[in-house]
């Protein structure tokens, strides 16, 4: 009973970079922009995180940092894709492209270098509630930021006039536009967000999960994140099960160790990997229904008055 | 505020224009980069563009690095050609390198012509077989290539780590994951004696010129450009959609797989953790700034092989982190897709506050 709780209790850490970096590309998504930079704001918020946190001896600190600097690279994706109205798929690899080199040139001085990262904070009356209070309530605060983050963009896409609009524009920007909506400007708005949601996530990585910086510490979990949208045909719920999953999976290999299953690190480290391909093969299984729940305007850039 | 108005006609000025624009931005910024750390930017830019192919052995180097970046850029300008989204020339290549040293160190004791020929072999046949996958995929299961070949390059990695850590290990190796050193039957010749160029240079151009050859000559070359333009058109006109995307990626993978092939069998001569440096994603910066063809992929893999030297020069001569290889590149990529803008595209400022809402509702169709 110790060991599922303790493997449940991992299975949310690992599964909250996830959860974040895909609530942001998933409002992302929803205007019709697919931005494939994720791992590159991704790996740009770990880097400015722990630096700033180095630094100033603050996580806060560190955490705002990271933030900043996704969206700070999420803008310069928006312009290419956005104004410019470039390919989306190239624009997405460029940023990842350029977020991977770029934050291995400003963290080339870091690497070594640890810090007192997250701790678990208890939240009082709700982590005394047996199994579900220490898997989901004794742990450290970022954690709980996810939670919030899931509920407000539920919550947000469900029930407000601002997830109307951002789901109107994702499905016809033309007529949005038509009505008065300004497109673009929504747009700017999703892609920041996506990538404050990366800068997090990253920060998340090394601020509390692994409190320390390493070259492409992000290992594909943004492209893993791409993929969990996918699989959660654009809707909430099914993300934060799906990253729930896939943090069970990126696990797994810890779990079968302390079994005393004898096998090589590195055979059992393409576990997330397959697992998010064995994922896009029971999801696209039907294309139609995919389809059906895409936003119809995803990748096609809208240039207004042209 | 700036707007964009579509050209009546795309600038083939800028088409070309655009490469050069990007690589002057760069520069620029390298300057400033270099100034706001307190270094000489003159000496850094030297450092990075001109020492390192000062001489015989500097341009042996960079023909040294053109060879995978060459190879992989050439099956990736295929696929792109067809719109078919290929992110997996590093697993293919790893593959590769992977297939190619399983068959040298079964074919150590060995010696004769064919060795070598059957090696890489081998390794285009792994290179393939990882592509195969993904073209399964999608054909058959509509996953999303880009998704699906990213997963499959950490795959691959890891499987290529778990074999120079385990059955491909040399039991010699006091304890490094390498394997052993293949025999000399099994290494490629060297082009200019007594540099380390090697024949893997020869296969680069040898695929540029099959690329050209392919879509200037061929049918299959044009039924991949009507594929990439218009997959609709692509499917009345009766070119099979799904045999050209076999097609696409299977050249990919061949071309990667011969790249790492080339990788261990010419300057490293054995299985490394590390036989790539990123070559299947450099490529993909290759086959954007050389313009998808072939001349401007070769000259496209000159300049980013340079950066993979002028990093490493920067790194001794003026202790600049080594990244600044990956750094430069990506700032290639961003000014290059910036500037492409401009080839569909001219900025015109907007004169009036807004727009009426009826000239919206009429040019709204003619965007589809």
Same mark, same amino acid.
């Given at each position: ?30 205007? /019709? ?126 029930? $407000? ?103 090589? &690190? ?17 999801? $696209? ?22 | ?109 060995? $010696? ?9 072999? &081998? ?9 195969? +996958? ?15 070949? +990213? ?93 050209? &995307? ?49 001349? /401007? ?54 004169? &009036? ?16």
């Amino acid at each position: 009973m110790e060991l599922i709780i303790n493997v449940l209790a991992a299975t949310v850490v690992a599964g909250t970079p996830l959860l974040l970096v895909a609530l942001g590309e998933l409002i992302c998504e929803r205007s /019709g922009v697919l931005n494939l930079g994720q791992e590159g704001m991704m790996l740009m918020g770990a880097v400015a995180g722990f630096a700033a946190a180095l630094s100033s001896g603050s996580l806060l600190v560190g955490v705002a940092a990271a933030i900043v600097a996704g969206i700070g690279m999420s803008l310069l994706f928006a312009f290419m894709a956005v104004t410019l109205a470039a390919n989306q798929y190239a624009a997405g690899l460029a940023l990842t492209i350029f977020g991977t080199g770029l934050s291995a040139f400003l963290g080339a001085g870091f690497v070594g270098s640890s810090i007192e990262g997250f701790s678990r904070v208890a939240i009082p009356l709700l982590s005394d509630i047996p199994v579900l209070g220490r898997v989901f309530f004794d742990q450290d605060p970022l954690v709980y930021v996810s939670f919030v983050a899931f509920a407000g963009v539920a919550l947000f896409l469900r029930y $407000s006039r601002g997830g109307l609009l951002l789901r109107a524009i994702g499905e016809d920007p033309e007529a949005a536009n038509a009505n008065g909506l300004q497109v673009l400007l929504v747009r700017y708005l999703a892609v920041a967000f996506g990538g404050g949601m990366a800068g997090l996530a990253g920060a998340y990585l090394s601020l509390a999960y692994t409190p320390l910086w390493t070259e492409n510490m992000t290992a594909g979990r943004g492209w893993i994140a791409l993929a969990l949208v996918v699989f959660a045909t654009w809707r909430p719920e099914r993300l934060i099960l799906g990253a729930y999953l896939f943090g069970a999976a990126s696990i797994l290999h810890l779990v079968l160790q302390g079994l005393g299953w004898k096998s090589s &690190t590195e055979l059992l480290a393409m576990l997330p990997y397959l697992v998010t391909i064995l994922m896009l093969i029971l999801l $696209s299984w039907n294309p139609a229904r995919t389809r059906l729940n895409t936003p119809l305007s995803l990748g096609q850039p809208y240039r207004p008055g042209c | 505020m700036l707007l964009l108005e579509r050209r009546p006609v795309a600038s083939s000025l800028m088409r070309w224009a655009s490469p050069l624009l990007a690589l002057i931005l760069t520069i620029i910024t390298g300057f400033v980069l270099f100034l706001v750390m307190g270094k000489d930017p003159v000496e850094g830019l030297k450092f990075f563009f001109i020492t390192p192919v000062s001489d015989l052995s500097g341009l042996s180097e960079l023909g040294l690095k053109m060879a995978p970046l060459l190879l992989c850029a050439a099956g990736l300008t295929v696929c792109y050609r067809a719109r078919v989204w290929n992110i997996g020339a590093e697993g293919h290549f790893l593959m590769g390198a992977l297939g190619a040293s399983a068959m040298a160190i079964q074919l150590s004791e060995s $010696s004769g012509f064919w060795v070598l020929p059957l090696v890489l072999l &081998t390794g285009v046949l792994a290179g393939m077989l990882w592509a195969a +996958i993904a073209a399964g995929l999608k054909t058959h299961l509509h996953c999303n290539e880009i998704l699906t070949t +990213i997963m499959l390059n950490y795959i691959a990695l890891n499987l290529l780590l778990f074999t120079v850590h385990g059955p491909l290990k040399d039991p010699f190796g006091f304890g490094f994951p390498q394997s052993v050193m293949f025999s000399d039957s099994a290494l490629l010749p060297a082009l200019i004696p007594g540099t380390r160029l090697h024949l893997g240079l020869a296969f680069g151009l040898l695929a540029a010129v099959a690329v050209w050859v392919l879509f200037a000559r061929s049918f299959i070359g044009f039924q991949l450009n009507v594929a990439g333009q218009d997959h609709r058109a692509a499917a009345f006109a009766g070119f099979g959609v799904r045999r050209l &995307t076999w097609f696409a990626f299977l050249v990919g993978g061949a071309t990667a797989g011969l790249a790492g092939a080339s990788e261990v069998t010419g300057p490293i001569g054995q299985l490394v953790p590390q036989v790539s440096p990123g070559y299947g994603y450099t490529a993909i910066i290759v086959v954007f700034l050389g313009r998808m063809n072939a001349l /401007g992929i070769v000259a496209a893999s000159a300049l980013l092989a340079l950066t993979f030297i002028g990093g490493e020069m920067l790194q001794i001569a003026m202790h600049m982190p080594k990244a600044v290889t990956g750094l430069f590149q990506g700032l290639l990529l961003f000014y290059l897709l910036t500037c492409d803008a401009f080839i569909h595209y001219r900025i015109r400022r907007r004169k &009036t506050a807004l727009q009426p809402l009826s000239a919206a509702v009429t040019t709204a169709p003619q965007e589809a």
